[in-house]
C-alpha cells in the first residue's frame, strides 16, 4: 500500500525501524487492521525489509519522506530504540508527525522514543516497567499501569500490553462495541498458567533474574539517556 491508494477516513502509521521487538508492533497491528475505514502505513527510512531482534523480517511500504499526514503516530518498542534514540533524522520524523496527529501512542520502549522526540514531556505516560525510571528522567509523568491515556498521548506497557492498547485505540476511535467485537473475534482471553506478568506478582527470584539479564541493556540506556539531557536540557523540562 502506498499513500496514493488511501481512500479512507483513519490513516494509522507504525513506526519500524531494525532490532524492534516484533509483538510490540504485531499486537497492535492485528487490532489496528480490523477497523472499519482505517489505512495502515508500516513506516520506515527506507523500504528494505526490516528484521526484528529475534529475526522475524518485515516490509515497510512507505517510506518517512513519503508519509502522509497520520491520525494516529504508533511507535513499538525493541532493543533497537538504543540507536534510534540518538538518531536525529528518526527522532525529527518523530516530532514532526506527533506535532500534526491526533493521537501520539507507543507501546513498551516506544515511550522512550516520543519523549526523545520531545512529545511526551507534560504527559502521563507508561513503559515496559523495567525501564519507568528512564522515561521518568525525560520529563515524563510515569504511571504503573497496562494502558495509559492522557489527552491525545496514549501508551501501553511492555510487549504484550500491546493487544489491550490496541483495543483501547480502537474505542477511543470507534466505539467500545467495535472495540469488543474485535477482541472477541481474535479470542483475546488471557488466562496465564502463572502469576508472574507483572513485578506486583512475580516471586522475588524471577524478578531478580530479569533485572539481572537486563542490567546491561538498562545501564546503555541510561547512558544514552543521560546524554540526551546534557545536550538538550530544554526538551526535558
Known sequence: MTSTEQTSSLSIGIVLFPNLTQLDFTG?????SKLPDT?????????EPIRSDRGLTFLPDTTFTESPALDVLFVPGGPGIDA?????????????????????TAVCTGSLL??????????????????????????????KQRVVIDRNRIT?????????FGLVIAAELFTEAIAQSIQLGIEYNPQPPFQSGSPETAPEVIINRVKAASKNR????????????AQ???SVS
Do not use: C
Open 84 to 104: 534510534k534514540l540518538e538518531d536525529s533524522k528518526f527522532l525529527d520524523f518523530l516530532k514532526t508527525q506527533g506535532e500534526q496527529a491526533r493521537y501520539v
Open 218 to 229: 538498562l545501564d546503555n540506556r541510561l547512558q544514552i539517556i543521560h546524554k540526551i539531557i
Open 39 to 47: 489505512q495502515l502505513y508500516l513506516l520506515a527510512e527506507t523500504l
Open 114 to 143: 516520543l519523549a526523545a522526540a520531545g512529545l511526551l514531556q507534560g504527559y502521563r505516560a507508561t513503559t515496559h516497567w523495567i525501564y519507568l525510571d528512564l522515561l521518568e528522567l525525560l520529563g515524563v509523568e510515569v504511571v
Open 156 to 164: 501501553g506497557g511492555g510487549v504484550t500490553a500491546g493487544i489491550d
Open 28 to 32: 497492535p497491528y492485528e487490532v489496528f
Open 232 to 234: 538538550s536540557p530544554t
